[in-house]
């Protein structure tokens, strides 16, 4: 499977203008069935975009588009982000859709709003993405379903009858939502577990990047660098699953949750994975006269995009994989490799994700015969690697976590560009996401400071 | 916010009429500002002989050949059986206390049939050492007169003053709008205060309704209570409001911010950038800042006897050094300079001390000094620094006291209530006013002519 980088397209050359991320906001993640148990997907999206358009004065402001979306979702939330910007402030002209992609969704609504800025279709744009794995939609059993469509079509007492005769006891037990893949069976755990195997991934080296996603958001916080970022929801004024104390001896006495029917042995436990969460998050983009106009800062530009995706149903790649075949090409695309990179922001549904995709770049062989390329990609600076925490401390509301990365990286690359040039250094400053989802796909976005 | 089930006894059917015949103390409903609602509600007697008085009366009516007035209905003399909504006495020209007889006599008949929430507002001129004893006596004596009248007057009626320093003629922008502010229902628990305009600095609104128009306010502490009301009251006067609290306060601040159609800046004002931070929002998202309104503030109430140098410091920190550190900021940014306002709360607690809060007092009474020692500094650029010293308001704070203290400290005023957030925030957009300019760092009482204290 080796990928050859696609050619650039006119919206990645400098003949378009920049889409430009102005800021973000999101409500603490809370743990599934904390305090956001019986709020909905509407009202955390909402709370999202009220603190987005405070913190910006967007009140009765028509932007371009609103793009957002969950992954669990109920069937009434058909059009979730165009009722939530009906909830806002925001003016009631501003469109919007509803987009899904797994735990992809929120970055990919970002690529979304910021192509057609770049192309001149819109001039600014909200990315979201919400999530509750605590009120979720549960489903009446596949029996009872067609049971009582077939009700609803029956004209005649005896259809009727008929009808209901079918209907057994255990149709009535409800069908709860299920993050498995459909495919395999497999929950996303076991699968991850399938790759941490695959390539040796030690214990140790997941919980200590478990430990330094605690360490770097809890500084982040007390650093208040997260004023701006982050409005408090319903008593709740930090991420729930934020451990400042926990050590890695805490971590190492943690049972494994994953992989405990392998033969090799069990490494993913509780504090490395990423626990179900409840969240929900939003980032303003727009061109730069857009946000100039306003008085906004533009922070970063979003320079490119690529998606990929594995085949992790008949084994040739692990679920959680796709990114890195995603980044290399985007990488070659812009004619850059992971040195010109400041910041590299890897999203960690489990701390072994990370490790597995490092690794990948890592391994000579795997970049030759899979990706293509001449040498190993390359070593990421763990200096650079999720600078303030990523999912493993913040919690992962699926579709909420592209929002969370982008606005976090946005700002974090605008301050270090204003600190090089304060030091008389005059450089472009990047950062690179990348975001692992279901389905084995996979996107990577390149930022750039302004 | 708790509500005084008291006052809405004794204007209410047969309970009204028990009060009545038992004596009771009868807290009326106040009258507050409404969008439309006419600037008094009745005829307007204007008391006092000479030019003052007679300029006075002039721009009251819309008769004067200068100014455009306010179209108000003034008498000069009170005709039996006229119901005045409000009366001016102007009383610059007195010279000895014998000719305070005259016009404070003519009043007397008339506070009798004073409209319910009617207005006695005095205008007069500063004692001062310098000036010859009799004068001076005269002087002083309309504020013993003033103040007493105010502890007469019933039904939601208030009486304040003005005070002019020599120099400064009646038809100055700060007289005109704080007689106007006292006037009006916007000053509704403003009771028993002589308000000093010390300067002719400032300039009349080119919209009575919106004297805030195309100014930028900064409001802390505007998540809730009193903050909440200054930001909605400044936005209601035109102003573009900044809404800044705590990180932990954000929710409830953005909801503010939305409601007002400004922005929120999730802010701890102790931070030792918070005055940077302040700027760089208002001038980066507004263009501009021209009004501070230092409202944030906590308790942390201990006898002295028992305090802990962590009560004491914390309430120190955020209720004046922070303000000190923040003005500090904008005087040096030269940003600050188009006719700027600094508003700070003060209490009455830093006025007349409370067993308790002695770090409180010594923060609130430092916000009093801080003013000011800071309006001089502001002096330059038409800038001016005052303060707001609330009394008994009914806050989330003031409904955690214990049922009995509440009701005893709601009737400690003359006007036997507590105030309304709203209240404090009229004060705060009076002071933040192009009119009041040649108001200069005064401590302005929001407290029903409270017992405690002057």
């Known amino acids: ?450 | 916010m708790a509500t005084d089930t008291y006052l809405d006894l004794v204007n209410s059917g047969f309970t009204a009429k028990v009060a009545k015949q038992l004596g009771l103390p009868r807290p009326a409903r106040l009258r507050r500002y409404r969008a439309g609602a006419p600037l008094v509600d009745g005829p307007v007697l204007v008391l006092g002989e000479g030019g003052d008085a007679d300029t006075l009366a002039q721009f009251l009516s819309g008769t004067s050949p200068e100014h455009k007035g306010w179209d108000l209905d003034v008498r000069r003399h009170a005709g039996e059986g006229t119901r005045f909504a409000a009366v001016v006495l102007a009383l610059t020209d007195v010279a000895h206390p014998r000719d305070l007889a005259e016009p404070l006599l003519a009043l007397a008949p008339v506070l009798k049939t004073l409209a319910p929430g009617g207005r006695v507002v005095t205008v007069s001129r500063g004692a001062t050492p310098d000036q010859a004893p009799a004068l001076a006596a005269a002087r002083q004596g309309v504020d013993g007169a003033l103040r007493s009248i105010a502890k007469e007057l019933r039904a939601g009626a208030t009486g304040n003053g003005v005070v002019l320093a020599d120099d400064v003629p009646v038809t100055a922008p700060a007289v005109l709008g704080a007689l106007r502010f006292l006037l009006s229902a916007r000053s509704a628990y403003v009771d028993g205060q002589l308000l000093p305009v010390d300067s002719a600095a400032g300039a009349l609104p080119a919209d009575w309704e919106r004297p805030l128009e195309g100014r930028v306010a900064v409001v802390t502490g505007a998540a809730r209570g009193i903050g909440e009301a200054i930001a909605t009251t400044l936005a209601r006067d035109g102003a573009t409001v900044v809404a800044v609290d705590v990180p932990a306060a954000g929710e409830a601040l953005a909801a503010v911010a939305n409601r007002v159609r400004g922005t929120a800046l999730q802010l701890d004002v102790t931070a030792d950038d918070a005055g940077a931070r302040i700027l760089e929002h208002a001038l980066g998202r507004h263009g501009r800042l021209d009004v501070m309104v230092h409202n944030a503030g906590i308790t942390r109430d201990k006898l002295l006897a028992n305090m802990s140098p962590d009560r004491w410091e914390s309430v120190i920190a955020v209720n004046i050094a922070a303000q000190l550190r923040i003005n500090e900021a904008l005087l040096t940014s030269g940003d600050f300079a188009d006719a700027p306002r600094i508003v700070s709360l003060a209490s009455t607690s830093g006025i007349a001390g409370n067993r308790g809060q002695s770090n409180y007092a010594a923060s609130k009474g430092g916000v009093i000094g801080m003013v000011q020692a800071t309006a001089p500094l502001l002096a330059a650029f038409g800038g001016t620094a005052n303060a707001v010293a609330p009394g008994f308001i009914e806050t989330e704070m003031t409904a955690r006291m214990p049922a009995l203290t509440r009701q005893v400290a709601r009737r400690l005023s003359s006007l036997q209530q507590g105030g309304l957030p709203v209240d404090v925030a009229e004060a705060v957009a009076f002071l933040a006013s192009p009119q009041a300019g040649g108001v200069v760092g005064q401590v302005l009482r929001v407290c029903g002519q409270s017992m405690v204290g002057r």
């Open chain 1, 1 to 450: 499977m080796a990928a050859t980088p696609s050619s650039p397209t006119a919206a990645t050359t400098t003949g378009a203008q920049r889409a430009v991320v102005v800021g973000g906001n999101r409500i603490p993640f809370a743990r599934a069935g904390g305090p956001y148990a019986r709020v909905s997907n509407l009202d955390m999206l909402t709370a999202a975009l009220d603190g987005l358009v405070a913190r910006y004065g967007l009140q009765d402001e028509v932007l371009g588009e609103v793009v957002a979306g969950a992954v669990l979702k109920h069937s009434r939330d058909f059009n979730l982000t165009r009722e939530a910007v009906l909830g806002s402030p925001l003016s009631a002209r501003t469109p919007a859709y509803d987009l899904q992609q797994a735990c992809a969704t929120g970055l990919e609504a970002v690529v979304s709003i910021a192509n057609k800025i770049r192309l001149g279709q819109v001039e600014s744009g909200v990315a979201g993405g919400v999530d509750s794995a605590s009120d979720v939609p549960i489903a009446v059993s596949e029996g009872l379903r067609r049971t009582l469509l077939t009700l609803a079509r029956a004209k005649t007492v005896p259809q009727r009858l008929k009808a209901a005769a079918a209907l057994r006891p255990g149709d009535l037990k409800p069908a709860t939502p299920r993050t498995d893949e459909p495919r395999t069976g497999l929950s996303m755990g076991e699968h991850q577990a399938l790759t941490t195997a695959q390539w040796g991934i030690t214990r140790q080296a997941q919980d200590e990047i478990a430990l330094a996603s605690h360490q770097r958001l809890a500084a982040a916080y007390e650093a208040g660098f997260f004023d701006d970022l982050v409005t408090p929801y319903r008593g709740l004024v930090r991420d729930q699953n934020l451990r400042a104390d926990t050590s890695l001896e805490k971590l190492a006495k943690l049972k494994p949750a994953f992989g405990t029917r392998l033969d090799t042995p069990a490494t993913m436990t509780a504090g490395n994975s990423t626990p179900l969460t409840d969240g929900a998050s939003a980032v303003l983009l727009a061109s730069e006269d857009w946000a100039r106009a306003r008085g906004l800062t533009p922070l970063a530009a979003v320079v490119d995009a690529e998606t990929a995706a594995v085949d992790f149903v008949h084994g040739e790649d692990g679920l959680l994989m796709a990114p890195a075949y995603a980044v290399p090409r985007l990488l070659a695309r812009q004619g850059l490799g992971l040195g010109d990179l400041d910041f590299v922001e890897i999203h960690e549904a489990f701390a072994s994700t990370v490790l597995t995709t490092l690794a990948a770049w890592e391994d000579k062989e795997f970049c030759l015969s899979r990706l293509g390329l001449d040498d190993a990609l390359g070593t990421v600076d763990r200096e650079r690697l999720n600078v303030h925490g990523s999912s493993l401390a913040a919690g992962h509301p699926f579709a909420a976590t592209g929002g969370r990365i982008v606005a976090t990286v946005a700002k974090t690359l605008h301050r270090r560009r204003a600190e090089l040039l304060a030091a008389g250094e005059d450089r472009p400053v990047r950062a690179l996401v990348s975001v692992c989802a279901a389905g084995g796909l996979g996107v990577a976005a390149i930022l750039e400071a302004v």
